[in-house]
């Protein structure tokens, strides 16, 4: 009987210290909940969303587009920030971004809170670039920029009207057209191409959040003109390496001599033994070139070389003149301004000047002059062979990436006219189409009529 009773004894015993380790464990449990809790919190805030790389959790968010004649001063005292912490921001900016390039219809953003008082301004220059200006307690400001995806897209199209039409027609970027006429500046004559040319190419397209903003570069290349087909193919050698366009046979597509000064022109008067002088008003030599343009385009160097005159005349106008080695110097005239000096090493497609109307000249235009041996010949006679074709030691790899871009190329498919329609096609001479579009503000911005 006292056996029982002990083992009920221990058995109440057991229960009492079980139960007591229970509310003693669930005690410590509970503890931590408040942790836990502050854990989640931060997680949260951690997780909240973010404009810029800045959270906007207690911020109210006002995204506006800065206006005519409006500076950074302007805008930051409607949002209760003094001149003295204004200059504070100005002096800061320098070496990061120059406030006096804060341009009318660029969008800027501002954190404010509930007061109306501004946290952070947040000026964009262009749709990848920021700046931000913290302008809390110890002002700074740093540059930083959105995430760009960049994406491989193709496009093909048969000109009817312009390069710059087809490609927008075509869902593509017209800026494109830039870096064909630089491609095949060497090659195809972008002063003459004809309605039934066509062309494909794979091209890498940038996106900020989620809307394209330009194209970048193009991979590759098939321009077909007067029944011929040119292929471009980018490709760089080495990290150290400049990367540059070559045919399918590894060719670069980059002459000695680029054919014009100008990227954007059209040629209004050509080199001839007899020609009317405008301003003389009477018949003589035209021993140049002239590339119309509008005024302040800019003049490029149309192979490597020294300035050897950088001067000004009475019938040149300003003009430079460059040696690019014991046979070859160039000349360029009428320019508004000069951007090298005598004694100056320049590389080809640097720029030299700038389109103007000075010393005997009646309009906006470069007359480009071109020495071989000493004697005055026609530039766009001359035939110059093409630079170093691909390294050797690149040709595996080389022809690895050719035969990628040929079937990415040949997979892109359209519709192109017939050989007979293409030869019986009106030439859409530039010269003839220059005074209707002269007045197309997009192409006076830089898509003129060589890209016609």
Known sequence: MT????????????????????????????????????AESATAADNSALLFGLAIDGFDIEKETVKRNEFLSDILQRYQIDLPSISVAAERSKGVFDVRKIAAGHGYTVFKDQAGKAHYFVY??????????????????????????????TVAGVIQSSLYETLEANGASPDLAVQLAEIYGWAVNFYRINKGDWFKLVYERKYVDGQPVGP???????????GKEYQAFYFEGADDERGSYYDENGKSLRRTF??????????SSRYTMRRFHPVQRRWKAHLGTDFAAPHGTPIVATAAGVVTESSYGSGNGNYVK???DNVYTTQYLHMSKRAVKRGQRVSQGQVIGYVGSTGLATGPHVCYRFWKHGKQVDALAQVFPPSEPINEKYRVAFNRTLNTQQQVLAS???????????????AFR???????VEKDSRLLEGFSAQML
Do not use: C, W
Request: no cysteine; glycine share 6%; aromatic share 8%.
């Open 258 to 267: 680029l054919k014009a000064p100008l990227k954007y022109s059209r040629i």
């Open 412 to 426: 892109i498919g359209f519709e192109k006219q017939s050989n007979l329609e293409v030869y019986s096609a009106l």
């Open 216 to 226: 970048g570069r193009i991979e590759s290349a098939v321009f077909g003109h007067n």
């Open 3 to 38: 056996s029982r009773k002990n083992v009920l004894a221990l058995v109440v015993l057991g229960v009492i210290v079980l139960g007591a380790g229970f509310i003693s464990l669930s005690s410590f449990d509970a503890t931590p909940e408040q942790p836990m809790a502050l």
């Open 124 to 153: 964009q220059p262009n749709p990848i670039d920021y700046v931000v200006y913290d302008l809390r307690d110890g002002i700074s400001v740093y540059k930083a920029q959105k995430p760009v995806d960049t994406k491989l897209e």
């Open 430 to 436: 530039i010269d003839q189409l220059f005074e209707p």
């Open 322 to 324: 460059i040696q690019h």
